[in-house]
C-alpha cells in the first residue's frame, strides 16, 4: 500500500505563484516598515483588541 502523495506540475504552479505573489507584496510593502519596530507595530494601525 502507498500512503505516500506526489505532486503534479499544476501544484508545483500554485506554490510558485503564491511564493511570488507574497514576496511581491513584501517588495512593494517594504518602503513602509522602516524599522523592526514598526513592522511589529504594524505602524500602530491595529486595535489593540
Request: aromatic share 20%; proline share 2%; net charge positive.
Amino acid at each position: 500500500m502507498n500512503s505516500g502523495f506526489t505532486l503534479s506540475w499544476i501544484d508545483y504552479t500554485i506554490m510558485i505563484v503564491y511564493f511570488v505573489f507574497v514576496l511581491g507584496i513584501g517588495w512593494a510593502l517594504k518602503r513602509y516598515m522602516k524599522t523592526a519596530n514598526a513592522f511589529l507595530e504594524a505602524g500602530r494601525a491595529m486595535p489593540a483588541w
